[in-house]
């Protein structure tokens, strides 16, 4: 079964950068659909960005579009979220989560694998 792990959560002052990594142990992505979401203490989860299992498609929420870019590595052994000019109100736990098929969405329902989340912090 496919397992998700994230990586590169910690803690950044506002205007910073963090570059997330999503990555499957004893598998390759090629034929997934990435997403990243996210969950805010108090809130639900949000859709922040997905790429499609091509690379070639990308969708990113109105909050983090021009400061985030999600990206597949050439080997597609992992998925990154590079998150520059980062807020305050970008602090949550991160999720990357993957479904085998060749679009992605901004919802969670179609995402059938889910990693453990990596937390990021933006505080002065």
């Known amino acids: 079964q496919l397992q998700l792990v994230e990586s590169g959560g910690g803690l950044v002052q506002p205007g910073g950068s963090l570059r997330l990594s999503c990555a499957a142990s004893?598998?390759?992505?090629?034929?997934?659909?990435i997403g990243w979401f996210r969950q805010a203490p108090g809130k639900g989860r949000e859709g922040v960005s997905c790429?499609?299992?091509?690379?070639?498609?990308?969708k990113y929420a109105d909050s983090v579009k021009g400061r985030f870019t999600v990206f597949r590595d050439n080997a597609n052994t992992a998925v990154y979220l590079q998150m520059n000019s980062l807020k305050p109100e970008d602090t949550a736990v991160y999720y990357c989560?993957?479904?085998?098929?060749?679009?992605?969405?901004?919802?969670?329902?179609?995402?059938?694998?889910w990693g453990q989340g990596t937390q990021v912090t933006v505080s002065s």
């Open positions: 989560a993957a479904v085998e098929f060749r679009l992605c969405t901004l919802f969670s329902p179609p995402y059938d694998y």
């Open positions: 790429v499609s299992s091509s690379g070639a498609n990308t």
């Open positions: 004893g598998f390759t992505l090629d034929n997934y659909a």
